[in-house]
């Protein structure tokens, strides 16, 4: 929830401010950068989603809408199976446990890209437009780049950890796990 309330505050409050479209958007891609690459946890964070969403939303949030999409089909194809699985309790179900997601994650990169485009079609502004842009390509890099030093130390497979970052937004030893045991 913080990292929600973390994204749309620099818009929120740029725009109650009156600064421009330009200085708000970079506003609101300093903070994702922030989440992302904090300077006191020596540059590494999370990955900046929820915080770019809020970004998003603050921004414009009619491209967000369709943006959502994907991030909830992702989401429904995630959480479904764990519902609906009669062998455990509803309590047990509800608590949303099993192995990591590959729908989830896909989703999410789904999201972020058609953002920029959504928002594009829909005649949002060009500043608008490419801060989005902006914002898939961070993801995308933080992606690539959250514990790449330990994947590469463990596995000689280059090709298959930036592919398994760039899909599936987890380590490379994290998706072989998955893959021994199911989705």
Same mark, same amino acid.
């Given at each position: !929830? ?18 421009? %479209? ?26 900046? $989603?929820?915080?770019?969403?809020? !970004? ?8 967000? %809408? ?6 909830? *089909? ?10 609906? $699985?009669? *062998? ?15 729908? %989830?994650?896909?989703? !999410? ?30 993801? !995308? ?8 030093? #330990?994947?590469?130390?463990?596995? $000689? ?11 599936? #937004? ?8 998955? #893959?021994?045991?199911?989705?």
């Amino acid at each position: !929830m913080i990292e929600f309330v973390k994204g749309a505050i620099p818009i929120l409050v740029g725009k109650t401010l009156g600064f421009s %479209l330009l200085t708000i958007t970079i506003a609101g891609l300093a903070v994702v950068i922030g989440q992302m690459w904090p300077i006191f946890s020596k540059f590494d964070g999370e990955k900046g $989603n929820t915080t770019g969403l809020a !970004m998003a939303a603050a921004l414009t949030p009619i491209p967000l %809408l369709f943006t959502l999409i994907p991030i909830a *089909t992702g989401t429904a194809l995630r959480t479904w199976p764990i519902l609906l $699985n009669t *062998t455990q309790s509803l309590n047990e179900r509800l608590k949303f446990r099993g192995p990591p997601s590959r729908s %989830l994650p896909l989703g !999410m990169a789904a999201g972020f890209f058609i953002l920029p485009i959504i928002s594009w079609q829909l005649g949002e502004s060009l500043i608008v437009t490419s801060g989005f842009s902006a914002l898939f390509i961070l993801i !995308m890099v933080r992606r690539l780049t959250a514990g790449l030093k #330990d994947d590469l130390k463990a596995s $000689n497979d280059t090709k298959g950890i930036y592919i398994n970052r760039l899909l599936y #937004d987890r380590s490379y030893c994290q998706q072989q796990e998955i #893959d021994l045991h199911g989705e």
